[in-house]
C-alpha cells in the first residue's frame, strides 16, 4: 500500500533524515586509517541514542548490526568488522534511524585517499545518478522516470553495471514501504506519482558487471566480478515542481573536506 504524508508527518519524517545525516557527518569526521567498522557501528550507535533516537537497522529481519558498511567490492548490506580501513578503500555507510515514530535512511560512500581514477569516477558518477532521478521525482511522474534517469546515466553514458538485485522504495512509519524504486527502466512506466510520497531513492553502481552474489552470512551482496560498486542514498518528498530533499548531503561534505584523510576532489 503507497501512503501519502501530511505536511506535519513530512516535517517529522525530515527530522529523522536529518538525524541521519548528521550521524553520517560524524562518520565523516572520524574516518582514517586505522579505524575498523566496528568503530563506526560504535559510534553511530552511541551518536543515535544521544539523541533519542532508535537504530533501525538492528534486528531488523535478523540484521545483527546498526549500520550496513560496505566496502571496495561490497555492494550493500556489509557488516561492520575489526578489519582497520585502509588508503584507498571506498567505503558505503548505510543507516536508518527511528525518531517519534518515523523513519530515515540513507547513505554516503567515502573515499580514503588515493584511488584508481577510474575509481573516483565511478564514485561521481553515481552521486551525480542520484540527483537525476531526485530530478524526476515530482508529481504526474512515474517511478520509472526516476529508474530510467538513474540508469541511462550510469549504464547508457558510462557503462556501469547497475545493480538490479535491489532498489530503492518507499518510507514512512516503516522502514520499506510501497512503492519500489528501481535503478533501471523505462520511461513513463510504474507509479504515478503524488505530493507527499517520501521515497528512498539509491543508486548502487558497479564499475564493472551489473552480477552480484550474496556471502554465506544471507546479507553481504558483492560484486561478482570483484570491482568496486558505490551506494548513495536520499531521503526525498514527491513535490509539484521541484522534489524536497529531506536528508542533507552538505555538512556530511563539509565534514569530508575538512577530513585530510578523505578524498573529495571528485565535486
Known amino acids: 500500500m503507497i501512503i501519502h504524508k501530511t505536511e506535519a508527518e513530512i516535517a517529522l519524517m525530515k527530522d529523522a533524515a536529518m538525524l541521519v545525516s548528521q550521524t553520517l557527518t560524524e562518520v565523516a569526521k572520524m574516518l582514517k586509517p586505522g579505524v575498523t567498522t566496528m568503530d563506526i557501528d560504535r559510534l553511530c550507535l552511541s551518536f543515535v541514542k544521544e539523541h533519542n533516537a532508535i537504530p ?22 556489509g557488516f561492520p568488522n575489526d578489519t582497520p580501513l585502509k588508503n584507498g578503500d571506498i567505503i558505503s555507510i548505510d543507516m536508518g534511524v527511528i525518531l517519534k515514530g518515523w523513519h530515515g535512511d540513507h547513505a554516503y560512500t567515502f573515499i580514503m585517499g588515493e584511488v584508481a581514477p577510474e575509481v573516483l569516477q565511478l564514485v561521481k558518477v553515481t552521486k551525480e545518478s542520484l540527483y537525476k532521478g531526485i530530478e524526476k521525482a515530482v508529481i504526474n511522474n512515474r517511478v520509472g522516470d526516476i529508474s530510467y534517469a538513474i540508469q541511462d546515466y550510469t549504464e547508457t553514458k ?15 512509519r516503516s522502514l520499506h514501504e510501497d512503492p519500489q524504486v528501481p535503478n533501471y527502466g523505462k520511461r513513463g512506466t510504474g507509479h504515478k ?57 552538505s555538512i556530511i561534505e563539509a565534514a569530508e573536506k575538512a577530513n585530510p584523510h578523505l578524498n573529495s576532489s571528485y565535486y
Open 193 to 249: 506519482m503524488k505530493e507527499n510520497l517520501v521515497l528512498a531513492i539509491e543508486p548502487m553502481i558497479n564499475l564493472g558487471s551489473r552480477e552480484v552474489y550474496t556471502d554465506d552470512d544471507g546479507w553481504t551482496v558483492r560484486t561478482r566480478d570483484g570491482k568496486p560498486s558505490v551506494h548513495f542514498e536520499h531521503d526525498v518528498c514527491v513535490k509539484r515542481n521541484q522534489a524536497l530533499i529531506l536528508s542533507d548531503y
Open 56 to 77: 533501525s537497522f538492528y534486528n531488523y529481519h535478523g540484521y545483527p548490526h546498526h549500520i550496513c558498511a560496505s566496502v571496495n567490492d561490497v555492494v550493500v548490506h
Open 158 to 172: 558510462f557503462g556501469y553495471g547497475v545493480v538490479r538485485e535491489l532498489v530503492g522504495h518507499g518510507l514512512g
